[in-house]
């Protein structure tokens, strides 16, 4: 099939590679614009833009499809980049930018989005990191025909997959990507025979995955250790949990969920030691935190952090 593909961060780039490698013609990706990161802050293209040069993709990067928003003219140039484009379908995957109603009328077979998330738990911009933090015992993929609404598509491909105790969401992000883009290859497949049928959402069990903020990485100690446990794991890689400790904001990027004593107020550092590394007493229960970092430094398992960062006796504010 040919294939306009829209997509940014490397969870799209994993299905753009596998549409790809499955022999369709895609003549052309839309990815948002280059974006400043690292020290210098210098503009660097997304995981999906990078794909696409390599294997001489045409690209486009409107900042909006809108064409009631602050960019119209930006909207239309790209509105007939996309009707002037022969093409079959649009596959989306985490793309960032909304695609109103007279960009999905554009493909003559509509639009499919790669969603990680069981739809409808978890609509919305963070589903693998809120699943992990929730405590979810599972998640996965859905390949969905996208609407109007927040991923209020009907469902053509559900698949599930565990969440073990130790995923972070990097380790359960790739997990996610590579079974995402195995299944909107079998999804094309299907459409092609007119063997994808289409389910509508269940009204029961919506949930709403609102975007990470840095300012929630910030560990409230008064809540229980396995919450804390839970969103350690769910803002790893990123922005990563962070505590201050003697004026210091230090990432803390692992930890253990232990039984507290009660003794101890909420951010006491009960022990800090190389051999059980950083016990920290939280509301209920207590965690041992085992990979630290502090601000300019490198991630380091905590015998190595104690032996230049002291923390015994101490407390996070």
């Not at 509509?110 to 693998?128: K, Q, V, Y």
């Not at 919450?227 to 803002?235: D, Q, S, T, V």
Request: hydrophobic share 45%.
């Amino acid at each position: 099939m040919k294939i306009i593909f829209a997509g940014t961060p490397e969870f799209a780039a994993v299905a753009l590679k596998a549409l790809h490698d499955a022999g369709h013609q895609i003549p052309l990706v839309l990815t948002q614009p280059d974006r400043p990161a690292g020290r210098g802050m210098q503009l660097h293209a997304s995981p999906v833009k990078r794909f696409a040069l390599e294997h001489q993709i045409p690209v486009a990067q409107p900042v909006s499809l809108r064409l009631d928003g602050k960019y119209p003219d930006v909207a239309r140039e790209a509105h007939a980049l996309l009707r002037n484009t022969p093409h079959d379908i649009m596959v989306v995957a985490a793309y960032g930018l909304i695609l109103p109603l007279s960009v999905l009328d554009i493909p003559p077979r509509g639009c499919l989005n790669i969603h990680g998330s069981l739809l409808p738990r978890w609509r919305g911009a963070a589903p693998i990191h809120r699943a992990i933090e929730a405590g979810d015992s599972e998640t996965g993929i859905t390949i969905m025909q996208m609407d109007q609404g927040l991923d209020t598509g009907a469902m053509l491909l559900v698949e599930k997959m565990a969440i073990g105790a130790s995923d972070t969401t990097g380790t359960l992000h790739d997990k996610m990507a590579k079974l995402g883009g195995d299944m909107i290859v079998e999804a094309l497949r299907r459409l092609e025979q007119d063997a994808l049928p289409a389910t509508p959402q269940p009204e029961q069990g919506v949930t709403y995955a609102a975007k990470i903020s840095k300012e929630e990485a910030v560990l409230d100690f008064s809540l229980p250790a396995e919450i804390l446990e839970r969103k350690i794991r769910a803002l790893n890689p990123f922005p990563a949990a962070c505590a201050v400790f003697a004026g210091v904001t230090l990432k803390l990027w692992q930890a253990q969920v232990l039984a507290g004593d009660g003794k101890h107020a909420a951010g006491t550092i009960i022990s800090a030691d190389p051999q059980d590394g950083v016990i920290v007493a939280c509301g209920s229960g207590a965690l041992r935190i085992t990979e630290l970092q502090k601000p300019g430094g490198k991630r380091l398992p905590a015998a190595e952090f104690l032996k230049a960062f002291p923390m015994q006796g101490g407390k996070f504010d």
